[in-house]
């Protein structure tokens, strides 16, 4: 094997070992076989080429188009977009699976499904880390620098596993594949000064001389083992030394995910995690799968929300669930915070029984708020201050959720009204003090907004149901879940300038500005109450995330309100005004009482408040809303893939297309010189550059020679070299017409191409070498310019230059 070939296969096998880092991020480690094939296909084509030999940028062509044909071959049509033709297959379906699998990588945790999307965007990932690495390896002999791919590659598997599943073996396989690829290098480097040299054997090298020779006299030590000792024993050092230096933190060796969760049965605390990196992702979701059905005894079902998490902490960069203790699930969860008794005792205890997805792997259980009791298999945890159930950790890297769990709920359906809500004393200090607190960033125009939407409330409830009929109402936002989320200070200040959200920015900002009034606030993440069945059930979709605000009035505790204008998000009744005014808060679309019969339909007459149109009341607008997101890839989508596929495959043809342009310009007008030329040309690209010194007799005798030509092939070659010496020796009226010159130049050409290589012939036909000529005449045109440009404003210097004489000699 050369020392190339043997490049090749350690570059592709550092790739494939350090893609072992990506196994704990999916359930199944199927894809790395087919991540294997596909990635030895690649190499295996690049050897080849490199075997030709063809250019460099050649080589990595041919490398990314079979890889992309391979990557097709497997998982086209995979997405079922339903389109028809090779576009719709190579582009629509293909694309869309990408989609789907960036949807996947957002929605899952970890370790995720293995589903298309992501088995396709890992298998692409490696091929494109192994392009690159093979590329700075082998194309480009630098293997030092094929390092920093394999490193971002295994950067990023460590960071999204949190240092999960045997990590210790990931970065051993990892660092073996890349010792392995630098011993190769190294020794092909050595091989070509010669062979590979290592110690004298003993009794060669006299005692005298102590040339190779050990403590004992021994055999020396070749450098190929000496790097390889240098390589294990920083390999040791790596693993070790972090393990036995408690400052350096817990060592590749130590436990991992300690900050997602608690350890133990007794004791631990839950983490600050932000559970709203996928809800807008899931608000766009295109197959808006099913990830939990519940059924409930509950009157009013369009109260019935599954909370998830509760973020109470906004450092002005995101909010986030702040670090809480965590307990043992009681068998009777204790009284909400701040539940007076009275408000108690107009509750209702109902029962929800909740089946979720396999593919719904929330490791927080969702719930109704506030849950009383919670019946369910398993290792949880409770945190009182958010009644949350967290997972517990069942090993060294895995944590229990709510993946095709079966459980029971028992909720308290709180029934206030808006005096008590009105009539509700101060907070205690405590919670005064923790949820009123705003980071020192928060832009002015936050609370002179608040200020300005609440003024004249003379009570905390009357201000919370301004605000929130100033973002559901009266205030002009929009709700689009395509506008760019953030949930900084400044994204809340954006959005009040904008007016364009989705519920984040709603539930974000109307809980900014609750506690830039004194309102103590935070922000829940859940579901809504989903879509009812025929047979009773309730199904819950992606699409029904969902985040909202949170207020906390003593005696009534946490409360639930809406500022987002969302079709079938459901208003409590507590927020609405008690008497008919002019401007209502905002319509419930679900029945929040128990009638016996349901209302009728709202009108879409002209007589239906614009309010309610927004909102989606009126039936029109909300149809066209989602007839609008689901039409698929429009035709200037597919016709864009297409330009930008022609482009990027015309790219590497453009200098065949200009070579084949030119010769045939130059045989069509019939004239010796352009025939001359384009035979000299033809020389050129095969590698017999032109020689302008040489008479037309002697070049032609030149390409004749160092082109290898045939007697047949020769004499074409000098037939028009002899036109040449006609057309310019011989008197005007003795030059005769040459009908045969185009095809002595065809015949010359096809024996030049015949006399050189496989490479040669390829190199001549994508990559001519007469193809500078192009640059060449760029470059004449642009000192041409220069010169008329120069010549046109040397008037005008003149004349200046004569202006400034006089006024320096006043000087």
């Known amino acids: 094997m050369s020392g190339r070939a043997r490049l090749t296969l350690f570059a592709a096998l550092a790739t494939l070992l350090t893609s072992w880092s990506l196994a704990p991020l999916v359930e199944s480690a199927t894809w790395l076989l087919q991540a294997a094939l596909l990635l030895a296909v690649q190499s295996a084509v690049g050897a080849g080429a490199r075997r ?50 960036a949807l996947d990588v957002g929605e899952y945790a970890i370790p ?91 009794g ?90 519940y059924r409930t005894d509950s009157p009013q079902q369009g109260e019935q929300y599954l909370r998830i998490l509760a973020l109470d902490e906004f450092n002005g960069v995101k909010w986030e669930a702040s670090g809480r203790a965590l307990t043992d699930v009681p068998e009777r969860l204790p009284n909400p915070p701040g539940l007076g008794e009275q408000v108690r005792q107009g509750a209702q205890e109902v029962q929800t029984s909740v089946s979720a997805a396999e593919g719904y792997s929330q490791r927080y259980l969702p719930m109704p708020y506030p849950a009383t009791a919670v019946e369910i298999g398993g290792r949880w945890r409770f945190e009182p201050t958010g009644r949350t159930l967290v997972g517990d950790q069942l090993g060294k890297e895995r944590f229990q959720n709510v993946q095709g769990a079966r459980y029971t709920v028992r909720s308290l359906l709180l029934k206030p009204t808006a005096r008590q809500l009105q009539n509700a004393p101060a907070p205690n200090a405590a919670v005064q003090a923790e949820y009123t607190k705003l980071p020192d960033t928060l832009p002015p125009v936050v609370g002179e907004t608040a200020r300005q939407v609440t003024q004249g409330a003379r009570d905390d409830y009357t201000r919370a149901v301004k605000l929130q009929d100033y973002f559901a109402v009266s205030g002009g936002f ?32 109307m809980a900014a500005m609750s506690r830039s009034l004194g309102i103590p606030a935070r922000v829940a993440v859940g579901f809504t109450p989903g879509e009812r069945q025929s047979d009773g059930s309730v199904n819950v979709t992606m699409r029904d995330a969902h985040a909202w605000p949170e207020l906390y009035f003593e005696g009534v505790g946490w409360t639930r309100f809406e500022p987002t204008p969302r079709s079938g ?14 401007q209502p ?24 408040p614009p309010e309610l149109k927004r909102l989606g009341e009126c039936g029109g607008p909300v149809l066209q809303q989602n007839a609008s997101g689901g039409g698929g890839i429009s035709p200037l989508a597919v016709l864009g893939w297409v330009a930008a596929a022609v482009v990027v495959l015309g790219l590497p043809l453009l200098p065949l297309l200009w070579r084949t342009r030119a010769r045939a310009r ?12 384009e035979l000299r040309d033809t020389a050129w690209d095969v590698g017999v550059p032109p020689d302008g010194a040489l008479s037309p007799r002697r070049a032609a005798a030149r390409v004749v020679e160092l082109g290898a030509l045939e007697p047949e092939a020769a004499a074409a070659v000098h037939r028009v070299a002899g036109a040449v010496e006609r057309e310019l020796y011989a008197p005007p009226g003795a030059r005769a017409p040459y009908p045969g ?62 202006l400034r004489l006089p006024l320096r000699g006043r000087g």
């Open 52 to 101: 030709v030999p063809l250019a460099r940028s050649l080589t990595v062509a041919a490398q990314l188009l079979v890889s992309l044909l391979l990557l097709a071959l497997l998982f086209g049509g995979r997405a079922g977009s339903g389109g028809s033709g090779p576009v719709a297959y190579l582009v629509t379906d293909f694309g869309a699976l990408f989609r789907q699998g």
């Open 112 to 202: 995720a499904p293995l589903t298309d999307g992501i088995r396709l965007l890992l298998v692409s990932g490696v091929l494109l880390i192994g392009l690159l690495v093979d590329l700075l390896a082998v194309t480009m002999r630098a293997a030092a620098a094929a390092g920093l791919p394999l490193l971002a590659l295994y950067s990023v598997a460590a960071g999204l596993s949190g240092g999960g599943r045997a990590s210790w073996v990931s970065f051993l396989l990892a660092g073996c594949g890349y010792l392995m690829m630098l011993l190769s290098e190294g020794r092909d480097r050595l091989a070509q000064w010669g062979r590979v040299f290592g110690g004298a054997p003993p």
């Open 204 to 293: 060669r090298v006299s005692a005298a001389s102590g040339l190779g020779a050990g403590p004992g006299g021994g055999r020396a030590t070749a450098p190929g083992r000496t790097g390889r000792r240098i390589g294990v024993t920083a390999l040791g050092l790596a693993l070790v030394v972090p393990a036995l230096l408690p400052a350096l933190g817990s060592g590749l060796m130590g436990p991992q995910g300690g900050g997602d969760g608690s350890g133990g049965g007794t004791g631990g605390t839950i983490s600050a995690v932000n559970p709203l990196v996928s809800l807008q992702n899931s608000l766009n979701a295109q197959d808006n799968r099913v990830v939990l059905k």
């Open 478 to 509: 929009r709700y689009n879940t395509k506008t760019a989320s953030g949930t900084g200070s400044q994204a809340v200040a954006r959005f009040l300038d904008e007016k364009e959200g989705f519920c984040v920015h709603f539930a974000f900002s």
């Open 569 to 582: 998000i459901s208003v409590p009744d507590y927020s609405r005004p008690q008497a008919p005014v002019a």
């Open 585 to 608: 808060s905002a319509p419930a679309p679900l029945p929040s009482t128990g009638a016996s019969a349901p209302a009728p339909a709202p009108s879409a007459s002209e007589e239906c």
């Open 666 to 677: 130059r045989l069509g007008t019939g004239e010796v010189p352009a025939a001359w030329r």
């Open 741 to 802: 010159l185009a095809d002595d130049v065809l015949l010359a050409r096809a024996g030049l191409l015949a006399g050189t290589g496989r490479g040669g012939r390829l190199r001549a036909l994508l990559l001519p070498r007469s193809a500078a000529r192009v640059s060449w005449a760029v470059s004449a045109r642009r000192a041409a310019l220069a010169s008329a440009v120069a010549a046109r404003l040397a008037p005008v210097r003149l004349a200046a230059g004569r």
